[in-house]
Each structure stands twice: as C-alpha cells, then as structure tokens.
Nanobody, 120 residues
C-alpha cells in the first residue's frame, strides 16, 4: 500500500556532503513518522533521524549538528542533508515510515536502501 523510493546516495570524500531523498507513494491515508536508518557491514541497523507529521525531529547523537532531516508534504518526500561526512557514516541508508494506508491499519514500511560511501 505504501512504497518508498530513495535516491541521492553515492561516493564522497571525508568532509563532503550528500543529500538523500525519499518519496512515498501509494494509497496513503496518513503519515505519522518518516525517517532514515542505516546499516554498515557487520553492524545492526540504527536510527539516523526521524521527523513526525507535526515537524518534531530526532537525531542519533553521532549525527547531531551534521545531518538535517526535512520533509515536503506536497511531494510526500523526506530528505536528509548530510554535511561534514566521515568514513564511519558509510552504510546503506534506508527510508522508513510509520503510516496508515487506505483500508489498512497503521504499519511500517521500508525502502530498498541507497549506498553512501565516504572514502578518500
């Protein structure tokens, strides 16, 4: 009922910037939360940042001051501006939403992920 598609990943040098975008589509009734998670090789998936329908944001301590999450309700899009990137930011980044689809209850949906590599 809800499809999430990420874009914007790639290779960047330490200290550089990238902007990730995620667009939601489908029979969406209401979006409660949208956010970004990441998973590095050999590690568990972790929360990066979230934003609620009311605009409240939450960030992992490791990215505070460097990453900014935002949304565009008209386009059903959530973005993650990543500045001052570090090699430890290298991971597959996944878009996520806690949403309610038409004729369905509240549930969780995930994108397929986009690779971010920070390396010299």
């Amino acid at each position: 009922q809800v499809q999430l598609v990420e874009s914007g990943g790639g290779l960047v040098q330490p200290g550089g910037s990238l902007r990730l975008s995620c667009t939601a589509s489908g029979s969406i009734f209401s979006i409660y939360v949208m956010g970004w998670y990441r998973q590095a090789p050999g590690k568990q998936r972790e929360l990066v940042a979230t934003i609620t329908s009311g605009g409240t944001t939450n960030y992992a301590d490791s990215v505070k001051g460097r990453f900014t999450i935002s949304r565009d309700d008209a386009k059903n899009t959530v973005s993650l501006q990543m500045n001052s990137l570090k090699p430890e930011d290298t991971a597959v980044y996944y878009c996520h939403t806690d949403a309610r689809a038409v004729l369905r209850g509240r549930g969780n949906y995930w994108g397929r992920g986009t690779q971010v590599t920070v390396s010299s």
